[in-house]
Every structure is written in C-alpha cells, then in structure tokens.
C-alpha cells in the first residue's frame, strides 16, 4: 500500500523559508512522477511544482525563482524548499505520487505565511 506522508510546514513570517519533505513507502518510488499541489481556502487545489523520475521539474509561475522541488530517490523522499514566502503562500501542501493506475496523496501540512 503506497503511503505518503508529509512534514516541515509550520508559521514563517513574509520573506522567510521553510522546506517540505514528503516521505513515500510501499512503492519503487524512482519511477513514478511527483507533485507538489496546495489548496488554500476557498481555492482549488493547484500544482505548485512537479518532477519527474528523471529530475526534470517544472513550476507554476506564481512560485517560480522562489521554490525548488528536488527529489531523492535512495532515500523515497521528494523536497520542496520553499524561500521568499508570501502571505498568498499560505495553503495546506499535499504531495502527490502519480502512479499507473492511481494518483496517491498524503495528508496534507498546513504552511501559514504572516505579513
């Protein structure tokens, strides 16, 4: 059973850091593409940055210069390391596993941007 779970959110003030990991199990998690994906209230969930097996990243442009996903596979663990955060950062980020069949997510960390 493929699990993702996700840790490093927390409260920052407006220009501060903060740096995501997304622990994966029960998968060879080499293969499969990842996503980081937030929701803020009252918004859809959208992609923030994804990679794929090989390292190949792409960003939504309201993170882009700003976040940097990396991922490492000995270790099953995808990063998104986040800099410069702005109030409009503020959502809960999910990490995503694309499978073949199935797309999994984890549960979710709360990251809160004061001004």
């Known amino acids: 059973q493929v699990q993702l779970v996700e840790s490093g959110g927390g409260l920052v003030q407006a220009g501060g850091s903060l740096r995501l990991s997304c622990a994966a199990s029960g998968t060879f998690f080499s293969i499969n593409p990842m996503g980081w994906y937030r929701q803020a209230p009252g918004k859809q969930r959208e992609l923030v940055a994804g990679?794929?097996?090989?390292?190949?990243?792409n960003y939504a442009e309201s993170v882009k210069g700003r976040f940097t996903i990396s991922r490492d596979n000995a270790k099953n663990t995808v990063y998104l390391q986040m800099i410069s955060l702005k109030p409009e950062d503020t959502a809960v980020y999910y990490c995503?596993?694309?499978?073949?069949?199935?797309?999994?997510w984890g549960q979710g960390t709360q990251v809160t941007v004061s001004s």
């Open positions: 995503k596993l694309q499978g073949i069949t199935y797309d999994y």
């Open positions: 990679i794929t097996p090989g390292g190949r990243t």
